[in-house]
C-alpha cells in the first residue's frame, strides 16, 4: 500500500501518550514522600546525575517534586474534567430537549458563566469554598462546563431535526430509544473528545490559581505553588527552579492536547476514507 | 382509509409573508394511485412532510379517515419515502439495526427488493444510493403503513433500477390496497403508474 | 484539431479502511476511454453509486485523497498533469457540480462569480453571464442562502461560464428539477457546446442526457459497455449492447420492463462480462473468458461477445 495506515499509527500514539501520562501519575504518587524530604547538605544543587532537576534551597530534589507536582495536577485535571464534562451532557441535554424556558435559563448561564474571565471566576470560587484541594477542584470544574455545554446543546438541537431520526419517530420508535440508539452515539466522540480536551485547560487554571496563592496550600508540591516560589530565587540565578516544572507542565498539557485531537480523528465517522 | 390535507397552510418560521403552501387541499384513498405535479421550489416535498406528519401545518388541518394525523400514536400509518435516502439512516448504525427499530422485516419483502442478507451488516456509507432506497422502501412498507408518498423517490436512480422498484411497489399496493402519492418531474412516469395526478399551482 | 478531451483506460481506484484496520482496493471506474470533441456534448451515464462523479473529479484532479487514478488524459492533444489540471481548472476547464451546496455560504453571489476581482470589465462580465441565465444584477448581492433551488443552480452555472471555458464537465446538473426547468439547463449546456466548447455530462437519468448529447457513454457496474451516438437510442435496434436495450426498453414511454437482479458492484466480477447475471443471452463464452475488451461495432464500441444476435432482434 502506499500510504502507511493511518489509523494504526493514530492508536499507537494514543495509547503511547495516555500511557506516558499514566505513569507520570502513579511514579509522582509514589514519589510523594521524597518530594517533601529536606536535606540542608545539599542545597540550591544545580542539575546533575545525581539530582537530575536540581535541588532546592531547602535541599528537596527538585526531579520528584515536579513529578509529583504534575501528577498531582493531572488528578485535579482528571477530576474536574469529568465534573465538568457531566454538567456540560447534562445540561446540554437538558436544554436542547426541553427548550423554551428551561433553554432560555441555561443558555443565560452558560452565557454568564463565559462573560467572567476563567482565572477571576476559578479564584473566587476557590476562595469561597475555602481554598485547597476542594476550593480548585470546584473552582475549575464549575467555571470549565460551559463551551462543552454548549456544542452539546447545538449537537442534540441538530440531530433532533435529522431526517432520520424523524423517520424513525414515525416508526414507533420511543424517546428513549432513539436518545439511547440515535442521539448518544452521535454525541459520544465530540464528548469524548470535549472531555480530554478539558485537562489541559483544567491543569493550566489549576497552576494558575495556585500560582496566585488561592489554590491549594504551599506545603504541596503542587507545580502552581513550586512555579511560585521559584520565582523567588529566580533572581539568584537559580533557573533551574522554574524551568524544568514548567517545561514539564507545557510538555504534559500539549499531550492531552494532541491526545484529545488524535482521538477526535479516530471517533470521526467521516474519517473511514482515511 | 382516506387521507386528506384541507386548506394547507404553510411558511417557514419569520417568513409568513411567503408560504410555501397556501389553501392546498387534496385527498388520497386506499388503493388511489395519485401523482403529484409542480414546478421546482412550490412545496412538493414540504406538502409529503406535512401529510406524514413531520412537521404540522399552520393553517388547515391534515386528517386519517377525518381524525387528525398528529392523534394516531406508534408507528404512523403514513410512511413517506425520502429522494435522498442516505439523509433518512442513522449514518452510525448498521443497517440491520435500523431496520429492526421497526420490527422484522418480511423475507418476502427482502426478496422482491433484492436486499442481501449481507448488506445488513453494513454501515449506509458502504451503499449505494439505489441499495439504500431499496432498503428505505422495504421500511416504509410496515404492516401498519395504509399511505406511502414517494417524493421523487427513483429520481436518482438509473432506469432499470427504477423500472424494477415500480414494478414491485405497484404489485404490493395492489396487494395490500395501499394509497401512493408520488412525486416526479417525469411525466412519462406518472402517466405510467398513477390514476390521476394533481399539480400543484 | 485535436479532440478537447481524451480519455484512454482510465482505471479510479479507492483505498478504504474496512472494520478497524483492515484495508481494502475498492476499484470503482475501469478501462473508460472516451472522446470529446469542440463542439460535442457527451454523456456518461451509469447506474448512482457507479463512480460517475469520481470521473468528472478524477479529471480535474479533485480526487478524495485516497483515490488513485491509473490511464491517461489528453487535453487538447498533450498530457493533463495533476500541475496543468491545477492550472486550467477554473479557467479553461470547469466543473458545475452536483449539489448548490459548492457555493460558498459566506460570500455574496458576485464575489463568487468574479473570484474576488473587482474591475469593471469582471462586473461587466459578472453581470453579463447571470443576464445570459435569467437572473437579474440584483442578485449579485444577495447570499447563496437567499436563494432557490432553480435560481442557485443558474447561479453555479453563470459562474462556470463566465470565463469561456473551452471543457465543461456537469454532474447531475438537474436533479430535482421540473422538466421545463431542467430542460432550459440543458438548454444552456447545448448552447455553450454550440460556441465551441466540449461538454461532458455525467448523469444517471438517460431520459435528460439524450435530450442534448450527441455521444452517449454507458456505464454498468464500473466499466463502459457500449458507446453510442444519441440517434441511435431512437429505437431498441440501433444500440449493441443487452444492457443499453434493457435501458431502453425500461424507459416508462417504452413499456417501464424491469429488468430482473442487480448490478455487481465495480471490482467483484474478475473474468467475463459483469452483466451476465442479468443477462437473457448469457452463454458459457460469456462467463469463462477472460476480459472482454471494448470494441468498435457499427459508429460505436460495445464491451460484448455477440453483439450481432442483438442487432437482427
Not at chain 2, 71 to 87: D, F, K, L, S
Not at chain 2, 121 to 149: D, K, M
Not at chain 2, 165 to 181: M, N, T
Not at chain 3, 243 to 261: D, I, K, Y
Amino acid at each position: 500500500m502506499r500510504t502507511s495506515n493511518r489509523r494504526r499509527s493514530t492508536l499507537s500514539f494514543l495509547l503511547a501518550a495516555a500511557a506516558a501520562l499514566a505513569v507520570v501519575t502513579v511514579v509522582g504518587i509514589l514519589l510523594t514522600e521524597t518530594a517533601m524530604e529536606t536535606d540542608f547538605s545539599r542545597t540550591g544543587l544545580p542539575p546533575s546525575l545525581d539530582a537530575l532537576f536540581g535541588t532546592d534551597w531547602m535541599g528537596r530534589d527538585m526531579f520528584a517534586r515536579t513529578l509529583s507536582g504534575l501528577s498531582l495536577s493531572i488528578r485535579i485535571g482528571l477530576l474536574t474534567a469529568a465534573i465538568s464534562a457531566a454538567v456540560a451532557l447534562a445540561l446540554g441535554i437538558v436544554s436542547a430537549v426541553c427548550g423554551g424556558l428551561v433553554d432560555a435559563a441555561i443558555s443565560w448561564c452558560i452565557d454568564l458563566v463565559m462573560g467572567i474571565p476563567h482565572i477571576l471566576l476559578v479564584m473566587l470560587i476557590s476562595i469561597a469554598c475555602g481554598r485547597g484541594f476542594t476550593g480548585v477542584v470546584m473552582g475549575v470544574a464549575l467555571s470549565h462546563w460551559t463551551s462543552l455545554a454548549r456544542v452539546v446543546r447545538g449537537e442534540v438541537i441538530q440531530l433532533r431535526q435529522a431526517p432520520y431520526i424523524l423517520t424513525a419517530q414515525k416508526l414507533g420508535v420511543s424517546r428513549a430509544g432513539i436518545v439511547r440508539r440515535h442521539l448518544l452515539p452521535h454525541l459520544l466522540p465530540q464528548f469524548l473528545t470535549g472531555l480530554v480536551l478539558l485537562f489541559p485547560h483544567a491543569i493550566l487554571h489549576e497552576a494558575s490559581v495556585t500560582f496566585l496563592g488561592f489554590g491549594l496550600s504551599s506545603e504541596r508540591p503542587a507545580i502552581g505553588a513550586i512555579l511560585s516560589e521559584s520565582m523567588r530565587y529566580l533572581t539568584t540565578g537559580k533557573w533551574w527552579l522554574a524551568l524544568f516544572p514548567g517545561l514539564s507542565l507545557v510538555l504534559v498539557v500539549m499531550l492531552f492536547a494532541l491526545l484529545g485531537d488524535r482521538l477526535r480523528r479516530l471517533l470521526d465517522p467521516a474519517s473511514v476514507h482515511g | 382509509m382516506i387521507l386528506e390535507a384541507r386548506d394547507i397552510w404553510f411558511y417557514y418560521p419569520g417568513r409568513k409573508h411567503a408560504p410555501v403552501l397556501r389553501d392546498v387541499a387534496l385527498s388520497l384513498c386506499s388503493g388511489e394511485r395519485v401523482g403529484l405535479k409542480a414546478p421546482s421550489g412550490r412545496g412538493k416535498t414540504t406538502l409529503c412532510r406535512l401529510l406524514a406528519g413531520y412537521e404540522r401545518p399552520r393553517g388547515g388541518d391534515i386528517l386519517l379517515n377525518g381524525r387528525p394525523l398528529s392523534a394516531y400514536r406508534g408507528v404512523c400509518p403514513v410512511q413517506m419515502v425520502w429522494q435522498h435516502p442516505e439523509t433518512v439512516v442513522d449514518p452510525l448504525l448498521r443497517l440491520g439495526a435500523t431496520l429492526a427499530e421497526a420490527g422484522p422485516i418480511e423475507t418476502r419483502l427482502m426478496d422482491a427488493l433484492h436486499i442481501q442478507a449481507g448488506w445488513l451488516e453494513r454501515y449506509p456509507a458502504e451503499l449505494s444510493g439505489g441499495e439504500l432506497q431499496r432498503f428505505c422502501i422495504a421500511r416504509a412498507l410496515h404492516p401498519a403503513t395504509r399511505f406511502l408518498l414517494c417524493d421523487e423517490m427513483t429520481a436518482m436512480l438509473d432506469l432499470v433500477t427504477q423500472a424494477q422498484i415500480w414494478d414491485f411497489l405497484l404489485e404490493e399496493a395492489r396487494r395490500r390496497d395501499l394509497g401512493l402519492l408520488v412525486v416526479s418531474h417525469s411525466d412519462a412516469l406518472l402517466e405510467r403508474v398513477c390514476s390521476r395526478v394533481q399539480t400543484l399551482a | 484539431m485535436p479532440p478537447i478531451l481524451e480519455i484512454r483506460d482510465l482505471s479510479i481506484h479507492f483505498v478504504q479502511y474496512e472494520r478497524g484496520f483492515r484495508r481494502r482496493r475498492l476499484p470503482v471506474i475501469r478501462d473508460l476511454s472516451l472522446t470529446i470533441q469542440p463542439g460535442q456534448v457527451v454523456a456518461v451515464v451509469g447506474a448512482s453509486g457507479s463512480g460517475k462523479s469520481l470521473l468528472a473529479h478524477g479529471i480535474l484532479d479533485l480526487l478524495p485523497y485516497n483515490g488513485q487514478m491509473e490511464g491517461s488524459i489528453l487535453y487538447q492533444g498533450e498530457p493533463l498533469s495533476p500541475r496543468r489540471a491545477e492550472q486550467l481548472r477554473g479557467d479553461e476547464i470547469v466543473l458545475i457540480p452536483q449539489g448548490v451546496t459548492y457555493l460558498d455560504p459566506l460570500m455574496k453571489v458576485g464575489d463568487q462569480i468574479r473570484r474576488g476581482r473587482k474591475d469593471p470589465d469582471s462586473r461587466a462580465r459578472c453581470t453579463a453571464a447571470l443576464q445570459r441565465y435569467g437572473v437579474g444584477p440584483e442578485v449579485e448581492a444577495l447570499y447563496p442562502f437567499e436563494l432557490s433551488g432553480g435560481m442557485a443552480r443558474r447561479v453555479l452555472i453563470a459562474s462556470a461560464v463566465v470565463d469561456r471555458p473551452k471543457l465543461i464537465i456537469t454532474d447531475e446538473p438537474t436533479p430535482g428539477l421540473d422538466a421545463k426547468a431542467a430542460g432550459r439547463i440543458l438548454g444552456h449546456l447545448r448552447e455553450l457546446a454550440e460556441e465551441g466548447a466540449g461538454v461532458l455530462l455525467v448523469t444517471h437519468d438517460l431520459e435528460l442526457a439524450l435530450t442534448i448529447a450527441h455521444r452517449v457513454t454507458v456505464f454498468y457496474a464500473g466499466e463502459t459497455i457500449e458507446e453510442a451516438a444519441a440517434q441511435d437510442f431512437s429505437s431498441s435496434a440501433g444500440l449493441r449492447h443487452p444492457f443499453t436495450r434493457a435501458l431502453w426498453r425500461a424507459m416508462p414511454q417504452h413499456g417501464f420492463h424491469p429488468l430482473s437482479g442487480a448490478q455487481p458492484y465495480p471490482g467483484t466480477v474478475d473474468t467475463g462480462c459483469p452483466f451476465a447475471g442479468q443477462c437473457s443471452r448469457c452463454r458459457p463464452d460469456c462467463v469463462q473468458t477472460q476480459r472482454i475488451p471494448l470494441r468498435p461495432w457499427r459508429g460505436g464500441a460495445v464491451r460484448c461477445l455477440f453483439p450481432e444476435e442483438e442487432a437482427s432482434s
